[in-house]
């Protein structure tokens, strides 16, 4: 079976998925569309992955096991850039989460 490749327009790299040329195509747009989830962070990444690997400065560890149920496990999923609100204004959230001094100063 012959994989149809995908090609940049601008240029020229093969991707075997249009997912890797969506990605790659960030790059030549400067397009951020992930953003962290966290309210007082500010950051946005071109990659998902690397969105994911930031969430460690907050004291968060996403995990890819997605079948995982339980309760304290807090992940975050980057399948819609889409900045999503963690709680209500004004309001804590219902579970806080401890995060170590060496991370809490972190911008």
Known sequence: K???????????KLFPRPSGLATHMNSHSGAKPFKCPIPTCTKSFAVRSN????LRTHGIFPTADHASTSPSQFTVGFDTPLVSEVH????LPSKLRWVPPSLATRS
């Open 2 to 12: 012959k994989s149809k490749m995908h090609q940049c327009t601008v240029c020229f």
């Open 51 to 54: 969105a994911k690997r930031h």
């Open 88 to 91: 209500e204004a004004g309001k």
